[in-house]
């Protein structure tokens, strides 16, 4: 037979196998449960507001997936090992990355190892290796509040970024909700952490608890007011409401439930252990009938926990950081030399005991770095070193020195060895050598006023203008007056 028909045949058997193959139900379940792995592992990315590359990224997996699948069911038969091996390792892939993202698998390196744990993680990491922990606050809408976003070591020391939670200033893009139920609405709006929202429902011939209008949409700030209008239809059917318990519910929810059912309310903000922005108690008890647009209720909404600033004065600063990172304070570091508070203790902070602080409260915690003992400095360009290296404030003052030469130091007014504060002012006495008298050369001829300065250790520079020639016409300083080594005469010769 020519090889042409011999090919012919072999195409058709090919062919018909293909046409007849259909996957095992093994096969459609592992291909099944590739493509929903792919697909939750997308929303989920999505659902995050993850960063743009993770996104695609798992949007090209699933697209992969999908068309992999497709290709499988016009596969020839003979390839089952290889699609059943195919779909097990895309299983793999997914399930693996389902685990990081769920921290269930940790494969931090150990300069990562605190990234996203919590505040007591933190603090027993800083006792356990004896490291000493500076920290400031940045809002990070991944990383949840009092979490930790970033940390750098060194020298003992941890410095620790911890998240305030979500900025409540983000832009973020508010879609067209008009006809969206009013609890989808405010789900929406809560996942997108918006704080600053108006609600009312009016008569109106739209479909009941829908939405009728809004303020703005597209791109707006979280704490940006956003006007919401719900119909409650042609109608109200209830003259009375079974109020229910509203402790623990956020402000947009509370102010949606109080306009949805048409009652009189004032928000009363006070202190309380609940979150910020929260209902932590109510003027009627929750079962109580209420009649609408007529009884009133008092909402208490919490401002957050109250703070009552502790005497931090001569406490280890692992200690007052554990305090203050508890009360969500955000804490400013100015590090000073003092003698009497041990170094790495707190001196004093800008609060006095007994404040009332609230979170995210700025403080300023002034820290000691021992002590500073004063040394023994020959020349004023060495001291001044020492002191812009220690931040240490100085005067200096000049005096004739019979044994000091220009420039090097008579006294300091805190002795060597003597203990020195970051807020202490240091007078320091500077030679100007030996004491010289100005003499008289006006009148003088150029020559024998210079050989008569020159004799007395003066030194000078000349100028000329219009006079007698070559004659000394003026001197800038007086005769009689006290020079030093260091003092140049300016003389004036006549032209």
């Avoid at 038969?77 to 940790?106: A, C, E, T």
């Avoid at 991944?142 to 410095?159: A, D, F, L, Q, R």
């Avoid at 519910?249 to 928000?267: P, W």
């Avoid at 030469?405 to 006294?411: F, L, N, V």
Wanted: glycine share 4%; charged share 30%; hydrophobic share 35%.
């Amino acid at each position: 037979m020519p090889k042409k028909e011999e090919r012919e045949l072999f195409d058709k058997a090919v062919t018909k196998k293909m046409n007849n193959y259909k996957p095992t139900k093994f096969i459609i379940f592992i291909l099944l449960i590739t493509l929903l792995l792919s697909i939750f592992n997308f929303m989920y990315n999505l659902y995050l507001d993850n960063t743009l590359y993770i996104i695609i990224n798992s949007l090209l997996l699933l697209l992969f997936n999908i068309v992999f699948i497709s290709l499988i069911f016009r596969a020839f038969i003979k390839k089952r090992g290889l699609i059943l091996l195919g779909s097990l390792l895309l299983i793999i892939i997914y399930v693996f990355n389902i685990l990081i993202n769920f921290n269930v698998i940790n494969l931090s390196p150990k300069d990562n190892l605190l990234y996203g744990k919590d505040l007591n993680t933190l603090i027993k990491y800083s006792k356990d290796n004896n490291i000493k922990l500076e920290y400031d606050y940045e809002y990070s809408d991944m990383i949840k509040e009092n979490s930790v976003i970033s940390y750098k070591e060194y020298n003992n020391t941890m410095k620790v970024v911890m998240s305030l939670g979500s900025n409540p200033s983000k832009s973020i893009n508010i879609p067209d909700m008009i006809s969206w139920n009013d609890e989808d609405v405010l789900k929406y709006l809560e996942d997108k952490k918006l704080n600053n929202i108006k609600v009312k429902y009016i008569n109106s011939d739209k479909l009941e608890n829908t939405l009728i209008n809004q303020s703005k949409k597209g791109i707006i700030k979280r704490d940006e007011l956003l006007e919401l209008e719900f119909s409650y239809g042609n109608r109200l059917d209830f003259n009375s409401v079974k109020l229910r318990d509203l402790t623990g519910m956020s402000l947009a929810r509370v102010t949606m439930y109080l306009e949805k059912n048409h009652l009189n309310y004032e928000f009363i903000k006070d202190y309380s252990k609940y979150k910020k922005d929260t209902v932590f108690n109510q003027s009627i008890e929750p079962g109580t009938n209420l009649k609408i647009k007529t009884d009133t209720i008092k909402i208490y909404i919490s401002k957050g926990k109250k703070i009552k600033m502790i005497d931090v004065s001569n406490k280890d600063i692992n200690s007052v950081n554990e305090w203050l990172i508890k009360n969500n304070l955000i804490v400013k570091y100015e590090e000073k030399y003092d003698s009497k508070v041990a170094k790495d203790h707190v001196i004093k902070s800008n609060k006095n005991t007994g404040d009332t602080l609230t979170s995210g409260e700025e403080i300023t915690i002034y820290l000691s770095k021992g002590k500073l003992v004063m040394k023994n400095f020959n020349t004023l360009d060495k001291f001044k070193s020492w002191a812009s290296k220690n931040k240490i404030e100085y005067e200096e003052e000049y005096e004739f020195s019979k044994d000091k030469d220009i420039g090097e130091i008579i006294s300091t007014s805190i002795k060597p060895g003597e203990a020195v504060n970051s807020d202490d002012v240091i007078t320091v006495v500077v030679s100007e050598g030996k004491k010289n008298v100005m003499i008289d050369v006006v009148g003088l001829d150029k020559d024998k006023a210079i050989e008569k300065l020159e004799n007395n250790n003066i030194k000078y520079n000349i100028s000329y203008e219009k006079g007698n020639k070559n004659k000394v016409l003026k001197q800038s300083i007086r005769a009689g007056s006290e020079i030093s080594k260091a003092t140049t005469v300016s003389l004036i010769i006549g032209k």
